[in-house]
């Protein structure tokens, strides 16, 4: 049917990623809308549209957010203004798209195994197609500065062109997959599916991919799997010791030359914006130019992608919507997150070991905003209230 239709366009052009990109405009945001407004209209009309409990957070976050930008106007032009306003609104679209996945599963129009088997087969897509980047983009460097592309070398980073928002969406996955091997629901696809997902995470040479991993390894392990613990910890151990360039860029955080430096700085940065406006923030997603009045971005940066956010979600939501924004934008993960623990039932085993992870990894990186990341993750915590999780 269209609706289902709808949905499997959309999680191919988001995993098809920098390729779905024309001029300044993404398919996957076109997908996601058009989706979710259909999924909307699909389901009203039938009398039968449901909200998640967990969306509320998110969408009064939305409203702050709103604020926020009404209340620093005056700062912008309207080319600056209506960029971040489309910001804003892309952000409701992500939202609204995961409450018509969720209504989806709600009413039977799609199993959650279909659900998992998408997000599997995407992930397993964006490894085989991380190969053939490797062969023909190895480095990143070679590319012209001004597409504001970091300069990796040798690292998978597949359609994203970023192999930490590459790491990150794979772990999403690796959540749900091992949710489903802690209670014994697995076959040669789900195992095979393990392997390769948890392989292509370590090839993206990204830290803060491999601490998400390894926190999800640790509750699940902990909690009800210690078989996979166990597993983790001989593989890391292995892996320490037996490459070299694990020890290297675990080294490397000490390293005055590596990107932890830079990462330092843009944290630096966003607290020193954060608490020049405390209260209402320097509007959603106008950091750039916040940055630009405050000096922080140079001829060298200012065209790099980077420049848009801070190296942290929460960070970057403190910054440009005040400590209120902050606060309900925290506590739309972690209100899932603590009626999950408390529940004592198996099904939110996934939600338990995701969202710390998740919360960990955007400490590093602002991957809460990507569309991939964000709309996955919602997809998961909104659908975690129908008590269908493996």
């Known amino acids: 049917m269209a609706l289902k239709f709808l949905y499997y ?21 076109l997908a ?49 203004l209506g960029t971040a306003l489309f910001y804003l609104l892309r952000y409701l679209v992500y939202v609204l798209a995961a409450i018509g996945v969720y209504n989806m599963l709600r009413s039977g129009t799609m199993s959650f195994k279909d659900l998992e088997k998408s997000l599997i087969v995407s992930a397993l897509f964006l490894c085989f197609a991380g190969v053939f980047q490797l062969v023909v983009l190895p480095d990143f460097s070679v590319l012209d500065p001004s597409l504001g592309w970091d300069p990796h070398k040798n690292r998978v980073a597949s359609t994203f062109f970023d192999p930490n928002f590459l790491g990150a969406y794979l772990v999403v996955v690796a959540a749900v997959i091992f949710g489903k091997i802690s209670e014994g629901k697995r076959n040669s696809f789900i195992t095979f599916s393990a392997v ?34 166990v597993l983790g910890l001989i593989v890391a151990f292995l892996t320490y010791f037996l490459v070299p360039r694990v020890q290297t860029r675990i080294s490397g955080v000490t390293d005055p030359a590596d990107s932890a430096r830079f990462r330092l700085v843009s944290w630096t940065n966003a607290l020193k914006i954060s608490s020049d406006n405390l209260l209402m923030g320097v509007g959603f997603n106008a950091y750039r130019y916040a940055q630009k009045e405050y000096g922080f971005l140079t001829p060298d940066n200012i065209s790099s992608r980077s420049g848009a956010g801070a190296d942290s979600s929460l960070l970057f939501v403190l910054a440009t919507t005040g400590v209120f924004g902050a606060l309900i934008y925290a506590a739309a993960y972690l209100f899932p997150l603590a009626e999950n623990i408390f529940s004592g039932r198996k099904e939110r085993l996934v939600i338990v070991s995701l969202v710390p992870a998740l919360l960990l990894e955007s400490f590093f990186v602002n991957s809460l905003f990507y569309p991939q990341i964000m709309f996955a993750a919602m997809v998961i915590i909104f659908s975690s209230s129908l008590d269908i999780l493996p």
């Open 9 to 29: 366009l959309l999680l191919t052009l988001l995993s098809l990623g920098q390729l779905s990109r024309v001029g300044n405009f993404y398919l996957f945001d």
């Open 196 to 229: 390769i997902i948890a392989f292509f995470v370590f090839l993206t040479f990204s830290r803060s991919a491999w601490g998400m991993m390894a926190v999800v390894i640790f509750i699940i392990g902990a909690l009800k799997y210690r078989k996979l613990l």
């Open 32 to 80: 996601a809308a058009v989706f979710g407004l259909y999924s909307l209209f699909y389901f009203l009309v039938r009398g039968n549209l449901k909200l998640p409990r967990y969306s509320v957070l998110f969408f009064i976050f939305g409203l702050l957010a709103g604020a926020s930008l009404i209340f620093n106007a005056y700062k912008y032009g309207e080319g600056e």
